[in-house]
């Protein structure tokens, strides 16, 4: 299990998590919404400052890039589960999301998560009795918010894995499910979700693209490197 904090400078870091979880005990989701929107806030402005020095990411060699494509490792230098980088690249090439390591897109899905405001627990990879992600809201740390199935396919996503998918939600007693495709749902599988009223999401291609536009941040990652 991989649970990790945000330093992207690599100097002692501001942890809000304290702070988070007394704004959502005292005022509930409204207060954790807006102290999420005022961080997110300071983020872009520190990236947008010309003297910021998140401005000064680059890749130091074509190396580093093949890993999202060959490599199942936990190396994100510039994120808490995925690089930066990473996600500068894939904005601006998104085609090649059909390509990345299946790890990687995992470890994506729990950057996102991350960075929505979850504590955020990735899965082993291998083994994991096909929970990808686990995500706790800060104001309840007794059971999961979302639990996570990743499919990263070509072909769209049957209903036999939507049922899989709830079978977990109720095991874990986890409040939703949320299943990340690189393709699409099969008709099958939405008709099974809405069907049954299945507490479950879908992150289709479209959806990754939306993603990648939040997670982007200007300045960061420009330099594109040779690759294979």
């Known amino acids: ?17 304290d702070a988070m979880r007394e704004v959502a ?4 989701r409204p207060g954790l919404d807006m102290v999420m929107e005022v961080i997110q806030g300071m983020n872009a402005a520190i990236v947008a400052s010309p003297w910021a020095e998140m401005r000064q990411v680059d890749w130091k060699n074509a190396i ?20 930066q980088r990473y996600i ?14 299946w790890r990687k897109f995992e470890q ?7 960075r929505q405001g979850y504590k955020v627990e990735l899965g082993p990879g291998r083994g994991d009795d096909g929970v990808d992600v686990r995500a706790w809201a800060l104001t309840d740390a007794t059971r999961p918010q979302i639990i996570v ?3 990263r396919q070509k072909a769209a996503v049957e209903r036999v894995v939507v049922k899989a998918l709830y079978a977990d939600v109720l095991h874990e007693k986890a409040k939703s499910g949320l299943l990340v495709t690189t393709s699409r749902i099969s008709p099958g599988g939405e008709e099974n979700r809405t069907a049954r009223s299945y507490p479950i999401e879908f992150a289709d291609r479209e959806t990754l693209k939306e993603w990648l536009s939040k997670l982007r941040q200007p300045g960061i990652g420009d330099f594109e490197p040779e690759h294979d």
């Open 88 to 101: 500068d690249y894939l904005h601006r090439n998104f085609p090649r999301m059909d390509e990345i390591h």
């Open 25 to 28: 005990g005292r005022f509930g």
């Open 1 to 17: 299990m991989a649970l990790r904090r945000l330093d992207f400078t690599q100097k002692k870091s501001i942890d809000p998590t």
């Open 149 to 151: 199935q990743c499919k």
């Open 108 to 114: 994506l899905t729990a950057e996102y998560l991350d």
């Open 64 to 83: 580093e890039l093949k890993e999202l494509f060959s490599g199942e490792g936990l190396n994100a230098e510039y994120g808490n589960f995925f690089d």
